[in-house]
C-alpha cells in the first residue's frame, strides 16, 4: 500500500502544476487544454472549452480584484483596431443586407471568434502555453491517424476526412504541420524527446493531407515549406532526414492511388483554366468553382457597397444563377473567402478583411522578429498558406481552422511580449 501511495503521490503533484489548485485557476486550465485539444476535430468541444476558458479566467481576474484593467489590455491588444473595423463593416452590411435579422444573428460567430482571440491574448500565460501546444498536438496526432485510417481500410481510395469535411481536414493537417515543422527549426532549444514527437507529428500530419486528396491543402502545404524555410533556416542535420522521409512518404502514398497524383498535377490545369476562359476546367470540382466565382462577381457588382448581408448568399444564389445549379446544389459558399465576403459585405467588408489579414501578418512577423522561437514562427509560417488557402476556401469563417490560427497568432504575441 505504501508503495502504491508512493507511486500516486508524484502524479497528483504533476495535475496540481499542470491545473492548479484553486478552483477557478482548474477550470480556466482545463477549458484551455480541452480547446487546444478538440481544435482538430470538434466544434462543439472546442468552443464549450473556449466558454470554460474566458469564463474561468474572468472569474479569476475578478477574484485578484484587476478587472478594471482588462479595457486597456484589450485595446493595446495589435489586432484591436482591426478586428473593430471588421466587426463594424460587418454590422453595416447586415443592417444594409437584404435579410437584417438573419445577417446580425450570423455575426454572432465573428463577435465569439474576436472574444476567444482576445481571451487567448489577455489570459494564455507562459506556464500554461506549452501544456496548451502539447494538448493540440495530441489531438492533431489523434485526427492524422484516424483520417489515415479511414483512407488505408478502403484500399487508399477514400479521401481521408477525420471528423470533417475532406477539404476542411487537409487545411487542419497543414496548420498542424506548421507547427511541427517549427518546432524543429530551434533543435538547440528542444530536446531529443520532443524533436521526435515532432518528426512524428510531422509525418503524420503529410500522410494525412497526401491522403485527403485536397489540391488546396496541398498548395497551401507548399506556401508554408516556402514561408518556414524563408523566416527560417534550421541546421541540415535536423530538417533534412525529415524532408527525405517525407518525400519517400508522399511519393510511396502516390503510387497506390492515381487520384493523388491527378490532383497534384491538376493544380496547374486548375490555375490555368481560371486565367484562361478556353483552357478546359481539369474536373468538376474546378469547374464549381469557376460557377461560384463568377457568381459572386456578379453580386459585388450588383451590390459594391455593402454587398447582400452576411449569410445571405444562398438566398440570393437562384437570382443571380439562372442555370441548373452546379453539382445539383443550392450553393450558400462561395468557396472564395475574398469574393464571398465581397459578396455579403460588399467592397467595404472586404476592405476591413484584407486590412485585417496584413496586420496579422505583420504582428507575427514583429511577434518573430522581436522573438524568434517555436510560437513565434508557427503563425509567421502558416499564414502565407492559409491566406492562399482561402483563394478555394471559405476557411476564415470555418471554425477548427481559424480558432487554430488565431490560437497560434495568440501564441506568438503573448510570447513576444514576454521576451
Known amino acids: 500500500m505504501t508503495a502504491t501511495m508512493s507511486d500516486i503521490k508524484p502524479a497528483f503533484e504533476k495535475a496540481a502544476r499542470l491545473f492548479g489548485t484553486d478552483k477557478p485557476l482548474f477550470a480556466e486550465s482545463a477549458g484551455l487544454f480541452i480547446f487546444a485539444a478538440a481544435l ?18 474572468l472569474w479569476r481576474r475578478r477574484e485578484q480584484g484587476n ?3 482588462l479595457p486597456a489590455e484589450l485595446r493595446d491588444n495589435p489586432l484591436f483596431i482591426p ?6 463593416a460587418g454590422f453595416l452590411a447586415a443592417v444594409f443586407g437584404v435579410n437584417v435579422p438573419r445577417s446580425l444573428a450570423a455575426l454572432n460567430s465573428d463577435v465569439f471568434k474576436i472574444a476567444s482571440f482576445a481571451a487567448l491574448c489577455l489570459f494564455l500565460k507562459r506556464e500554461r502555453r506549452e501544456t496548451a501546444v502539447k494538448f493540440y498536438l495530441a489531438g492533431l496526432a489523434a485526427t492524422a491517424l484516424l483520417g489515415i485510417c479511414q483512407s488505408a481500410a478502403s484500399g487508399f481510395t477514400e479521401r481521408a476526412h477525420g471528423t470533417s469535411h475532406h477539404v476542411r481536414f487537409g487545411e487542419i493537417m497543414v496548420i498542424g504541420l506548421a507547427l511541427s515543422l517549427s518546432g524543429l527549426a530551434f533543435p538547440e532549444t528542444t530536446s531529443a524527446r520532443t524533436k521526435k514527437t515532432f518528426y512524428a507529428i510531422g509525418l503524420l500530419t503529410i500522410a494525412a493531407i497526401t491522403l485527403s486528396q485536397t489540391r488546396g491543402a496541398y498548395l497551401g502545404a507548399a506556401i508554408m515549406f516556402a514561408s518556414f524555410f524563408i523566416a527560417r533556416r534550421p541546421p541540415k542535420r535536423t530538417i533534412l532526414p ?3 522521409a517525407a518525400a519517400g512518404l508522399v511519393f510511396g502514398l502516390s503510387l497506390l492511388n492515381a487520384a493523388i497524383r491527378n490532383k497534384t498535377f491538376s493544380i496547374f490545369l486548375g490555375a490555368n483554366s481560371m486565367v484562361n476562359s478556353a483552357a478546359a476546367s481539369p474536373d468538376q470540382s474546378v469547374s464549381t468553382r469557376l460557377e461560384l466565382w463568377k457568381t459572386g462577381l456578379t453580386i459585388i457588382s450588383d451590390r459594391p457597397v455593402f454587398g447582400t448581408g452576411p449569410a445571405n448568399v444562398k438566398e440570393l444564389f437562384p437570382v443571380y444563377y439562372k442555370k441548373a445549379y452546379p453539382e445539383n446544389i443550392l450553393w450558400g459558399s462561395l468557396h472564395n473567402i475574398y469574393i464571398h465576403q465581397g459578396a455579403e459585405r460588399g467592397l467595404t467588408g472586404l476592405a476591413a478583411l484584407l486590412f ?20 513565434t514562427l508557427w503563425a509567421l509560417s502558416i499564414l502565407p498558406a492559409w491566406f492562399v488557402m482561402n483563394l478555394t476556401e471559405i476557411s476564415f469563417q470555418h471554425v477548427n481552422t481559424s480558432y487554430a490560427v488565431m490560437l497560434a497568432l495568440a501564441l506568438s504575441i503573448t510570447a513576444s511580449r514576454e521576451k
Open 67 to 69: 478587472l478594471a484593467g
Open 83 to 88: 478586428w473593430a473595423l471588421y466587426l463594424a
Open 356 to 375: 485585417l489579414f496584413c496586420m496579422m501578418f505583420l504582428t507575427a512577423l514583429r511577434g518573430f522578429r522581436a522573438a524568434p522561437s517555436t510560437m
Open 40 to 57: 482538430p476535430f470538434s466544434v462543439s468541444l472546442l468552443q464549450g472549452g473556449m466558454l470554460l476558458f474566458m469564463a474561468a479566467a
Open 242 to 244: 525529415f524532408l527525405a
